[in-house]
């Protein structure tokens, strides 16, 4: 079946311009999950949604980055003015409730290059 | 969330059988032990998960002792493609669903033709 997927899979941006990064769960899972990966380092949770709401957004960085799951689906991350820094790779995951604890399945990501 | 303390990097031949040990000294009653494995640019990917004793899939088996206060993830006879990142995390298994988790930095196993 298929899996987590995330698009683009690449994308580069200068400075100060927005960008936004998607992800399409698993059919019926419905918590999804997003980290970020700098080079080295395991996934840093940045938010997490239960249905269509933010149930946990406190790995959120600033006020720059914001995410969205309108539909209980596909969720958009939204990251404002970037900056250097922002540079890493995305990682969306999902799990389906009632799972066992902390099997969540992640996409390939998307690696985020700020110029 | 209970801090883990896995070694940074691993190196063995293939064939061979590696066990990462996992340090989580502060696990709590409820807390669920759960490995993840992670290739190069792709995903963390999901292999075990126990409470106490001993757990084996098809990928790994993991031992927990009584006490709980580390568990060892052990791959049999591994492979060059069992070169990875493997992750111990702990968490909450109680209230299912949801449960935020904290990966640490992995150990970095490379299996040696």
């Known amino acids: 079946g298929a899996g987590v997927s995330q698009t683009p899979s690449n994308k580069v941006t200068e400075k100060g311009k927005y960008v936004e990064l998607r992800c399409d769960p698993i059919s019926g899972h419905t918590a999804l999950y997003w980290y970020r990966q700098s080079l080295g380092q395991g996934p840093e949770f940045l938010i997490y949604f239960q249905g269509t709401g933010a149930a946990d957004d406190s790995g959120l960085p600033n006020d720059r980055f914001f995410a969205v799951r309108p539909e209980g689906s596909v969720s958009t991350l939204k990251i404002q003015r970037t900056e250097r820094g922002d540079s890493a790779v995305y990682l969306c995951?999902?799990?389906?409730?009632?799972?066992?604890?902390?099997?969540?399945?992640f996409g390939p990501g998307t690696r985020l290059t700020v110029l | 969330l209970a801090k883990t303390t896995q070694p940074i990097s691993m190196d063995s031949y293939e064939g061979q059988e590696v066990n990462i040990t996992c340090s989580h000294n502060n696990i709590a009653t409820n807390d669920y032990i759960t490995w993840y494995q992670q290739f190069p640019s792709q995903g963390p990917r999901f292999i075990i998960q126990?409470?106490?004793t001993k757990v084996t899939n098809e990928v790994a088996s993991l031992f927990i002792p009584a006490d709980r206060k580390s568990s060892t993830l052990s791959l049999p006879r591994v492979s060059l493609s069992d070169t990875a990142v493997y992750y111990c995390?702990?968490?909450?298994?109680?209230?299912?669903?949801?449960?935020?988790?904290?990966f640490g930095t992995g150990t970095k196993l490379q299996v040696i033709p």
């Open positions: 995390l702990v968490g909450d298994g109680a209230s299912g669903g949801y449960q935020k988790v904290t």
């Open positions: 126990g409470y106490k």
């Open positions: 995951a999902s799990s389906l409730a009632g799972g066992p604890p902390h099997e969540q399945f």
